[in-house]
C-alpha cells in the first residue's frame, strides 16, 4: 500500500485546511486508517483515526471539536479537515494504513506515507 498525503500549506491562524491522503490499493476498504503529526523537535503523536466501514472515528483529546477525519471508499481516499487552527498545530503530518488493529498506536499501521507540511502563522 503506498499512500500519499496532499493539502499542507501555510495558513493564517483561526484558518482552515483540508489534508487528503491517497492510496494506492485495491482493497482499500480493508484498511483502518489513521492522521498522526510531528512538530519540530517533538515525536510524533495520533491525531485521528477511522475504521475500514468510516463507522468509528477516534481524535485526540487536544483537538476534539477542530478536527474531523473521513474517508471514501470509492475514491480510496481518506481526510482531515481542521478548522480554527493555531500555531502550535504546525507539524507534518502524516497518513497511515493498518490491516489488522484500529486505534491511536502508531505501532498499530504498517504502512504510512510521507507527509504533507501544515504551517500556522500568528
Known amino acids: 500500500v503506498q499512500l500519499q498525503a496532499s493539502g499542507g500549506g501555510l495558513v493564517q491562524a483561526g484558518g482552515f485546511l483540508r489534508l487528503s491522503c491517497a492510496a494506492s490499493t485495491l482493497t482499500f476498504s480493508s484498511y483502518n486508517m489513521g492522521w498522526f503529526r510531528q512538530a519540530p523537535g517533538n515525536e510524533r503523536e495520533f491525531v485521528a483515526c477511522?475504521?475500514?466501514?468510516?463507522?468509528?472515528?477516534e481524535y485526540v483529546d487536544s483537538l476534539k471539536g477542530r478536527i474531523t477525519i473521513s474517508r471514501d471508499n470509492r475514491k480510496n481516499m481518506v481526510y482531515l479537515r481542521m478548522i480554527n487552527l493555531r500555531p502550535e498545530d504546525t507539524a507534518v503530518y502524516y497518513c497511515?494504513?493498518?490491516?489488522?488493529?484500529?486505534?491511536?498506536?502508531?505501532?498499530?499501521?504498517?504502512?504510512w506515507g510521507r507527509g504533507t507540511l501544515v504551517t500556522v502563522s500568528s
Open positions: 477511522i475504521s475500514w466501514s468510516g463507522g468509528s472515528t
Open positions: 497511515a494504513a493498518s490491516d489488522t488493529y484500529y486505534g491511536g498506536r502508531d505501532s498499530y499501521y504498517q504502512y
